[in-house]
């Protein structure tokens, strides 16, 4: 006689199982995520971010505290400031990340903006002069917010720290983080009595012009920190970093890939069978080309250095011609 198998035992069995494959998942995503912490090579870095991310998609509800956990610390670009960005010096925020809270300020005040260059100028390399308005330190309270030397007293929220403790409860167990404090803007002190001239920032608004040194080769996105050219921090006269990121204006006639140009040329039917010489546009000066007999649509003329320098390297990319027979 065939024995039935017992349906609570196999379903207590299922559960058992998928317990152990839920504590597996999050012992992998774990161990991947230490050893990022770990890496000082960013290719390697990389890697053990991949596996992590792979690991957390195993499952909705582990992602989703993963999830909630890089909202509140960001668990991986937290270390990951310590690799320099954009691909050549001076490019990419290459400051590490600090524990105390004057340099804390400083990131939080890093001012941000955007230039935009065109193809010819992004083919040469340009120097361009920028105007943009940032906060400087009050010349009437000498940047202290206040009235007189009296007129302000130690926070108790954050007990003249200028910092508080926020944790967070995750599947890694609690994290803590320092934060600024929201209500003495991370000076320590509230003032009393303030200053007229800043309403009690120890700042206001100005103007200033630097010249930016644009190296030829540059894409969408990268940019250059200027030291010391950002906005003074509230009550602190710690003076941030000024951030210049690059935005690339449409062309016209050319799209760009990378280093490489791509040029849309036009061929009567005739010119398509028969074959013919044209004059077309550089980015910069005019070229001529041979187009084979039996040319198609769609068809790729590959003309060797003619595209965008490689930033910082001697090599040049290629520009391509791709045929549209009307």
Do not use: W
Not at 218 to 241: A, L
Not at 270 to 275: D, F, I, K, L, M
Request: hydrophobic share 30%.
């Amino acid at each position: 006689m065939k024995a039935l198998k017992c349906t609570e035992c196999h379903d207590t069995d299922l559960a058992e199982k998928k317990k152990k494959e839920e504590k597996l998942k999050k012992e992998k995503a774990l161990q991947h995520f230490n050893k990022g912490k770990e890496l000082s090579d960013k290719n390697e870095y990389d890697k053990a971010k991949v596996e992590f991310d792979k690991a957390v998609d195993l499952d909705s509800s582990l992602k989703a505290q993963v999830d909630e956990i890089n909202n509140s610390a960001n668990i991986f670009s937290a270390f990951m400031n310590s690799f320099g960005g954009g691909g050549f010096e001076n490019f990419g925020n290459n400051q590490s990340e600090k524990n105390n809270n004057e340099n804390q300020k400083i990131k939080d005040e890093d001012l941000k903006i955007n230039i935009t260059l065109t193809l010819e100028e992004i083919y040469t390399g340009i120097t361009k002069k920028l105007k943009y308005k940032k906060y400087v330190k009050c010349t009437k309270c000498n940047g202290s917010g206040a009235k007189s030397a009296s007129a302000k007293k130690k926070c108790t929220t954050c007990n003249g720290s200028g910092s508080v403790k926020q944790i967070t409860n995750s599947i890694f167990g609690q994290m803590t983080n320092i934060i600024s404090c929201t209500l003495c803007d991370g000076t320590g002190e509230i003032i009393t009595d303030k200053c007229t001239e800043c309403n009690g920032k120890g700042r206001i608004n100005s103007e200033e012009v630097v010249e930016i040194n644009v190296p030829a080769g540059v894409s969408e996105g990268q940019y250059i920190t200027i030291s010391g050219k950002g906005n003074i921090g509230i009550r602190n006269n710690v003076v941030s970093d000024l951030i210049t990121i690059f935005k690339e204006e449409k062309h016209k006639i050319f799209q760009r890939d990378n280093n490489d140009i791509l040029y849309d040329l036009e061929l009567t039917a005739s010119e398509a069978n028969q074959g013919t010489e044209k004059i077309i546009p550089l980015i910069s000066g005019k070229i001529k080309i041979i187009i084979p007999p039996n040319s198609q649509s769609g068809k790729l003329l590959k003309i060797k250095g003619k595209g965008l320098p490689i930033l910082n390297d001697s090599g040049t990319g290629d520009m391509f011609v791709r045929i549209s027979v009307i």
